[in-house]
């Protein structure tokens, strides 16, 4: 772990890992195109996706033909918010057929403190997604979350365990409120 936390900056040698996954199956229903199956929508380009609404003060916007931003509806932990800007990378697959979603960028807004102490310049992410079409017809939606963290400034006083327990229950609150938005 000395390598990577020389690749992240670390003044401490100390790496936290952070993780936390979900999955979800969300049901659905040919209200707009009776006549469009879920399969053929997900053969679409991607460029003809269309956007969803990101509860709680979060975003989600097309850059590029297949590069979207995700603003995540901020997570407090301590005294502190963080508000992650996420860009990710559409594609869509072949066996199983799929449409993978991967971070290519994280940036995290945040409090003046996150600011600061220049959050991002510690952390480290990898997040994918895949959106899998299942009879019924529904989607199931399956994601994982990475972080590697170099503790900065006062996070560095504190144990892994209560850094990644803290940082977990962020994450997970985070990605299932992201989950929770592709039901409605």
């Not at 936390?20 to 040919?30: E, G, K």
């Not at 869509?92 to 220049?118: A, M």
Request: charged residues 20%; contains cysteine.
């Amino acid at each position: 772990m000395l390598g990577l936390a020389a690749c992240l900056g670390s003044h401490s040698g100390r790496v936290v890992t952070l993780r936390t996954s979900d999955r979800v199956l969300v049901p659905v229903t040919a209200q707009h195109d009776t006549y469009c199956s879920l399969q053929a929508y997900m053969r679409l380009p991607v460029s003809q996706y269309v956007l969803m609404e990101v509860p709680l003060g979060g975003s989600l916007r097309r850059v590029g033909e297949d590069i979207f931003d995700v603003i995540v509806p901020h997570v407090r932990f301590f005294d502190l918010w963080v508000q992650p800007r996420v860009r990710c990378k559409v594609r869509l697959l072949n066996n199983p057929e799929r449409v993978d979603i991967r971070c290519v960028e994280c940036i995290l807004d945040g409090s003046p403190r996150v600011k600061q102490l220049r959050l991002t310049d510690h952390v480290q992410f990898d997040v994918h997604t895949n959106f899998t079409p299942q009879q019924g017809p529904a989607i199931q939606s399956e994601s994982y979350i990475n972080v590697l963290v170099d503790p900065p400034g006062p996070f560095r006083y504190f144990p892994d365990f209560i850094l990644q327990t803290v940082g977990e229950a962020a994450l997970k609150a985070s990605l299932s409120t992201l989950q929770a938005s592709l039901a409605r």
